[in-house]
C-alpha cells in the first residue's frame, strides 16, 4: 500500500499518479488534498510523515510546488527520510543508499511521465544493506540517543 498526499500545488500531479496506481491495480491511500484551492503543505506534510511512520505503507509520496516544502515538513516526523526525487539517478539512490521511506516530486517541476519513470525506479530498487551504519546515525540522532 502507497500513501499520497499533495498541498494544491501538487494536486494535479497526485491525480496523475492515482490514475496510473488505478490503472496498475497498485493499492494506495489518497491523503488529500481534494482540489486546486490553497492549503498548507506542512499539514500534509506531517500527515504524510504519521501515517507512513506507522509502519503500514510501504512507502509514501508526497508532492507540492517544488516538493521541498512538503519534505521539510514530513522529515520532522519521527522515523521519517523524506527524499526529493528529480531524476532516475536520484530515484535509484534514495531507495539503494538512504532508503527513503517517503519520494517527494514537485508538482510544478516534474511532468507525471517522469514522476512515474521515478516512482517505478525507486519501487523496484532494493535497499543495500552496507550503508546502515549512516542511517542508524540518523535514527539514534533522532532518538537523542547520540552527541552531535
Ligand atoms: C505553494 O505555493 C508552494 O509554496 C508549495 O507548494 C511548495 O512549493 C513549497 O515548498
Known sequence: MIAIAS???????????????????????DLGTNSLDSVDYPDFG??????????????????????IGISISANKVKGIRAALIYDENTAKLAKEHNNANIIAF???T????????YFEVFKNTEYQL?????????????EKKCQH
Open 106 to 108: 514537485g508538482g510544478r
Open 7 to 29: 498541498d494544491h500545488a501538487g494536486y494535479q500531479l497526485k491525480s496523475g499518479l492515482i490514475e496510473y496506481f488505478k490503472a496498475k491495480k497498485l493499492a494506495y491511500r
Open 110 to 117: 516534474t511532468k507525471l511521465e517522469d514522476a512515474i519513470r
Open 46 to 67: 506531517f500527515k504524510l510523515g504519521k501515517e507512513v511512520s506507522s509502519g503500514n505503507y510501504e512507502f509514501g509520496i508526497a508532492i507540492c510546488g517544488t516538493g
Open 130 to 142: 552496507r550503508h546502515q551504519k549512516r542511517i542508524d546515525k540518523i535514527t539514534l540522532f533522532e
